[in-house]
């Protein structure tokens, strides 16, 4: 390998390619165009197409792509090549700045939720200069946002960059109440922890439940899971090492940060954790980390698995989103440990942002919410459902004190008082941290842990960006007209921390006593997406997206729409999958045993031996019994998708098949996976869990 200084995001046309390869009006006039937020007039547009075409050539590309993130959740592209033909049978390779700027995909038959009627099919994409050009497979992705031709959005990255602007622009207006005139900027900043399963493809192949939905819709339980916890940082086999290694370097390449590898809970599951950066490049990043990674354990024989749960009884894969603030000074709004000036600042930071999720917690939860991530959460493993904020011992007590009006030096024997601003330092402890809490301070950020790990962490963070702008413009309107300064803003954390300090919880979160103190509380446990979903179209949500210029009204309905819909049909596709197997195979394997214990008996019969009490005739009435059951429920199971046929309306379908679908289809996985532990794995037609889990070596 060379250098890691020399391969770092050489596949990217990033500040230093543009300084060197651009002319210097225009990198200065881009710089400009970008720092302002302003649309790329056409004649620069023309002379940075140039420069990037010449570049990607050079590397090799021969198509450039705009890339971009539509609501299913993965990144979409549609490649053209830089030729034209010209006079003599010959070809030129071209790329204007007009092919740079936008790009109008056939965009029919992306989810829009009914934002985008057929007959104006097309949508556009638009360069979001905020994140670099890089190159793919030999070809020049652009990162675009994809609207409709009336300007809605139609994808996770144009609402990301609308709600990164609100929290600006009220984070701004706040740090001016403190004085902080030279702050242009505040961004937010992401690194998201990704979890995932590698196994051996030949595994994967044999199973179509993981072929078609990404998780085993049946398997027993392996008599050896991650009870041991021998699993967790362990020693990394060579074969996942191998893998490990050549994704850091294709993700340097692309200028993604990969900075931890390890192995995680579950026999078969790893985690990469990125340098955190700025929230749109984060998730572009993400992305091309999720896509890489698929990519490169294809070229090791094995399959890497994104979804949230895919194996029952085995950890699953979430993502945690480290999440904090910074300005353009470079500092972090959320430090506790800065200059004691700058404490009252980070407490009205910290109020804003507990406020802001316990006010909004449904919103959190919703923009968790899948058909995957209902495995998890809840469950005994990822963070309840219940949304609930750790701050760990020393804030919790600063919290306290200011709610009582004591003292903190009566708690730690140190001196605490809002108007002196005196803070002690909060000391960044790891040892101690609260990993059953949804929405942990982690020392200078917050860690939101309810993500799966196959979806875009868009969603999660264009509805924090935006709840945490509502309660800091709230907090600017009551300090903005404030006599006294200092008694105002005293007066403001005391009255908000004491609303809504029912959302802190340093507890077990695992715990059910949790879930009776948390409804005494009055917190809400959405336990499944169809309960989550209906929150997000409610006025307050409708009205604190649309003051913010996040969604208009219509963007939320819609996508409220496709997320229902994303969640019916992937169930649907789920109980399809079941169906067909259990039909092809698994009732075949049902019955070859039976046929081969009958046969067994027939031939020990013809002899004359007594095979009243035999073991095959208790085996063969087991197996016999298992498989009349799992034919009933197979049958509830069709009667019911057929059922389903009959709704029309996506609130219900969801429903149904949450209530009615799902239910059957764990019934019928509860008498397939006993089956299986009776069956004789080599007439079971599919590899069990401890083949798959264990079969890379
Ligand atoms: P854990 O103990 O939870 O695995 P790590 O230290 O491995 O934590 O990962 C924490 C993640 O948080 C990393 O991706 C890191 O870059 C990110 N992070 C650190 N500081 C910030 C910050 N100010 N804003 C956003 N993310 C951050
Ligand atoms: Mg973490």
Request: charge should be negative.
């Amino acid at each position: 390998m060379s250098k890691v200084t020399e391969i770092f995001g050489s596949k990217v046309f990033n500040d230093e390619t543009m300084k060197e390869r651009l002319p210097k009006d225009a990198y200065k006039a881009l710089k400009k165009t970008v720092e302002e937020g302003r649309p790329l007039d056409r004649d620069l547009a023309n002379v940075i197409a140039h420069a990037m075409k010449e570049w990607a050539i050079e590397l090799g590309a021969t198509h450039f792509t705009h890339w971009f993130q539509p609501m299913t959740g993965v990144t979409a592209e549609k490649h053209d090549s830089f030729i034209q033909p010209e006079d003599g049978g010959r070809i030129i390779m071209t790329f204007s700045g007009k092919e740079l700027i936008k790009g109008e995909p056939d965009a029919s038959s992306f989810p829009s939720g009914g934002l985008r009627a057929t007959f104006e099919a097309r949508g556009y994409t638009a360069w979001d200069p905020t994140s670099y050009v890089f190159i793919k497979d030999d070809t020049l992705c652009i990162p675009t946002a994809f609207c409709s031709y009336s300007g809605e959005a139609l994808d996770k990255k144009t609402p990301l960059l609308r709600s990164m602007e609100a929290l600006d622009k009220s984070a701004v207006r706040v740090l001016k109440l403190f004085g902080h005139d030279d702050v242009k900027r505040v961004i937010t900043t992401v690194g998201p922890e990704q979890e995932y399963f590698l196994i051996d493809s030949e595994m994967f192949n044999k199973r179509p439940d993981l072929i078609y939905t990404g998780r085993t819709l049946f398997g027993a339980k392996p008599p050896k899971g991650q009870e041991l916890d021998d699993h967790y940082f362990g020693t990394i086999k060579p074969r996942v090492s191998a893998f490990m290694k050549e994704l850091d370097e294709e993700l340097w390449k692309l200028g993604v940060l990969a900075k931890t590898k390890h192995n995680e809970v579950a026999p078969a599951q790893h985690e990469l954790a990125p340098v955190f950066s700025t929230t749109n490049i984060a998730t572009d990043h993400n992305q091309l980390t999720m896509e890489m990674m698929k990519v490169v354990a294809g070229r090791h024989g094995m399959t890497c698995l994104l979804h949230e749960k895919p194996f029952a009884g085995v950890n699953g894969s979430g993502k945690h989103n480290n999440w904090s603030i910074s300005t353009d000074t470079g500092v972090n709004l959320l430090e506790p440990g800065a200059t004691p000036s700058q404490n009252p600042q980070f407490l009205l930071f910290l109020t804003a942002v507990i406020k802001a999720v316990d006010e909004y917690q449904e919103l959190l939860r919703v923009s968790v919410a899948s058909a995957g991530n209902d495995h998890r959460l809840g469950a005994n493993e990822a963070p309840p459902a219940i949304i609930s904020m750790f701050l760990g011992d020393e804030l919790e007590a600063i919290v306290e004190s200011i709610i009582d009006g004591t003292d903190y030096e009566d708690i730690k024997k140190k001196k605490m008082s809002i108007g002196a601003a005196v803070i002690p330092s909060i000391s960044q402890d790891t040892t101690d941290r609260n990993r059953t809490s949804p929405f942990a301070f982690t020392g200078n950020k917050f860690e939101f842990r309810s993500l799966g790990s196959s979806a875009s962490i868009s969603g999660p963070n264009v509805i924090l960006n935006t709840i945490v702008a509502e309660e800091l413009d709230q907090f600017s309107e009551e300090l903005e007209g404030a006599a006294d300064f200092d008694a105002a803003l005293a007066e403001l954390l005391k009255r908000e921390l004491t609303a809504h300090k029912r959302i802190i919880f340093n507890g077990n979160g695992y715990a059910p006593e949790w879930v009776a103190e948390a409804e005494k509380r009055g917190l809400k446990n959405l336990k499944s997406t169809v309960d989550a979903l209906p929150a997000f179209i409610e006025q307050k949500s409708i009205d604190v997206f649309t003051k913010h210029n996040v969604f208009t009204e219509q963007e939320i309905l819609s996508r409220y729409d496709i997320q229902l819909e994303n969640y019916y049909k992937v169930i649907d596709i789920e109980a399809l999958t079941m169906d067909a197997m259990v039909k092809k195979n698994i009732m075949a394997a049902a019955n070859d045993y039976q046929y081969s214990l009958a046969e067994t008996l027939n031939a020990k019969a013809a002899t004359g031996i007594s095979v009243d009490s035999s073991v095959e005739k208790k085996r063969l009435q087991q197996a016999s019994d298992l498989t009349v059951k799992m034919d009933a429920r197979l049958e509830r199971l069709e009667a019911d998708i057929e059922k389903a046929k009959e709704l029309s309306d996506t609130y219900d379908l969801a429903k149904f098949h949450h209530d009615v679908i799902f239910a059957d289809m764990n019934d019928l996985r509860e008498v397939v996976d006993e089956l299986e532990t009776v069956v004789p794995s080599d007439i079971w037609p599919y590899p069990n869990y401890a083949e798959i889990l264990y079969s890379v070596k």
